[in-house]
């Protein structure tokens, strides 16, 4: 399998339509949950890999590991790029030379991560560091405005009243999307993963880093931007947006955390065979 095409078949759209909406990193609870959930669809040789690399139970090891490179970016600054792709808004599409100059990207760092975790060669204290940044970096690029260069800072300059809060719009979709779904992580995997069909996971498996970040910046333009177009503005230029943006948004924040798990898995399938 090369990085650009993880190799399950591609089902024809209709086959999820009873799922499907436009397919957004998230709060710790997020990546918790995709970590636990990606857990249920390992392969038996995969999961056996990832308790001895991590230690442990293999669902809860990687959500204690899902936050780990986002708790060491103070200490080690020059994996802050690995976290984005940008990918020009206008655009929409990927360009390696011009949105992640030396590998200095999500998709960049993650092929990376795929190989080094696939090579048994290598030392399992940098196998399992590669594991750590592929469990943490598949969720970032679930997460729209992490995958789009908007000149908006990936959102961070639209300023936003929500609710009775003064915040922004990147800190919206990376914090509140998935608190408002109410439950601890093994609640809301419980929930999503019972949703999830064998050929949701066929289709959403399919593609590639570069077509998964893709639709993510797709998502960024269509489904968050474009939205706002009309919102209420207030006299010192912040937009005013209802809590029921929420509300509104949590189909959409569903499949994508349910998306995240289902193509973690099959990255990891695919390199610990």
């Not at 390992?42 to 139970?57: F, R, Y």
């Not at 949703?195 to 970040?213: M, N, Q």
């Amino acid at each position: 399998m090369s990085i650009r095409r993880l190799c399950i078949p591609v089902l024809a759209a209709a086959a999820v339509a009873a799922f499907s909406v436009p397919a957004a990193a998230w709060s710790p609870e997020g990546h918790q949950v995709i970590a636990r959930m990606a857990a249920l669809y390992l392969t038996k040789n995969a999961k056996t890999q990832v308790e001895e690399l991590l230690g442990g139970d293999a669902a809860a090891a990687m959500s204690k590991a899902s936050t780990w490179a986002d708790e060491i970016e103070a200490k080690r600054p020059e994996t802050k790029s690995w976290h984005y792709v940008n990918i020009p808004l206008a655009e929409g599409k990927y360009n390696a030379e011009r949105d992640c100059p030396d590998g200095n990207c999500a998709i960049g760092r993650m092929a990376a991560d795929m190989k080094i975790l696939a090579d048994k060669t290598q030392p399992a204290e940098k196998r399992a560091e590669a594991l750590k940044f592929l469990i943490n970096l598949m969720g970032e690029i679930h997460q729209p405005l992490r995958c789009v260069d908007d000149g908006l800072d990936h959102g961070r300059d639209v300023k936003v009243q929500f609710g009775d809060r003064r915040t922004n719009l990147f800190d919206i979709w990376e914090t509140d999307m998935v608190k408002s779904m109410q439950g601890t992580p093994d609640q809301l995997v419980s929930r999503l993963s019972t949703k999830i069909k064998p050929e949701h996971r066929k289709f959403w498996a399919s593609g590639s880093l570069v077509t998964w970040c893709e639709a993510s910046a797709g998502h960024a333009k269509v489904n968050i931007h474009s939205d706002l177009y009309g919102a209420a503005k207030l006299s010192n230029g912040e937009l005013l947006l209802s809590v029921e943006y929420t509300d509104v948004k949590r189909r959409l924040v569903s499949e994508l955390l349910s998306q995240a798990a289902v193509r973690l898995a099959a990255a990891l399938n695919f390199s610990l065979k």
